[in-house]
T-cell receptor, first 112, second 116 residues
Framework: DAGVIQSPRHEVTEMGQEVTLRCKPI?????LFWYRQTMMRGLELLIY????????DSGMPEDRFSAKMPNASFSTLKIQPSEPRDSAVYFC??????????FGQGTRLTVV | DQQVKQNSPSLSVQEGRISILNCDYTNSMFDYFLWYKKYPAEGPTFLIS?????DKNEDGRFTVFLNKSAKHLSLHIVPSQPGDSAVYFCAASGEAGGTSYGKLTFGQGTILTVHP
């Protein structure tokens, strides 16, 4: 298996633009997580899904953030409109069972 | 409210010696703990885990110790190698049925540098 695949690896966008981050989890995994890493806050969980259903989105910072999982092999994290303080590395992770999650390589987002 | 804390931002160790990374947690509902390693420009990779019913788990050069009464866990790497240089994160999740079940709450990370 290729592991968790995220795209793009890098994204530079202007403030106010919509940004969509994509994730393909490991086949057969039934949990999917979106994390954000910043210097100030470290690795923080934004939202996670179980069997494509959002379970906990309490980490989503604002209504500008939304996440979907239309099927077991694809998820998106959307920011609309984007702001400079959204600049961070966004990680997607998946797991077969609670606890041991496998991470993608991340998307480095820069909002200018 | 930081529920998982790694108070040492960095640690420097000589090759061949022991590296000890520490982690404290405040949420008594956590019952599963993990350590992840992260290299620059890569995602965190799983290293070792421990359930709250144990106080020690060993995997090769890596041993995790859990002290539930102190709400403290540590990762020992013996012997340390230059390739171990990375950022180490501890993480915790809660028991089934609890509000923290399914969430992996991470510490801030400790940068380990192993000198040849």
């Amino acid at each position: 298996d290729a592991g968790v695949i995220q795209s793009p690896r890098h994204e530079v966008t202007e403030m106010g633009q919509e940004v969509t981050l994509r994730c393909k989890p490991i086949s057969g995994h039934d949990y999917l997580f979106w994390y954000r890493q910043t210097m100030m806050r470290g690795l923080e969980l934004l939202i996670y899904f179980n069997n494509n259903v959002p379970i906990d989105d309490s980490g989503m910072p604002e209504d500008r953030f939304s996440a979907k999982m239309p099927n077991a092999s694809f998820s998106t994290l959307k920011i609309q409109p984007s702001e400079p303080r959204d600049s961070a590395v966004y990680f997607c992770a998946s797991s077969l069972a609670i606890g041991r999650a496998f991470f993608g390589q991340g998307t480095r987002l820069t909002v200018v | 409210d930081q529920q998982v804390k790694q108070n040492s931002p960095s640690l420097s160790v000589q090759e061949g010696r022991i590296s000890i990374l520490n982690c404290d947690y405040t949420n008594s509902m956590f019952d599963y703990f993990l350590w992840y390693k992260k290299y620059p420009a890569e995602g965190p990779t799983f290293l070792i885990s421990i359930s709250s019913i144990k106080d020690k788990n060993e995997d090769g050069r890596f041993t995790v110790f859990l002290n539930k009464s102190a709400k403290h866990l540590s990762l020992h790497i013996v012997p340390s190698q230059p390739g171990d240089s990375a950022v180490y994160f501890c993480a915790a999740s809660g028991e089934a049925g609890g509000t923290s079940y399914g969430k992996l709450t991470f510490g801030q990370g400790t940068i380990l540098t192993v000198h040849p």
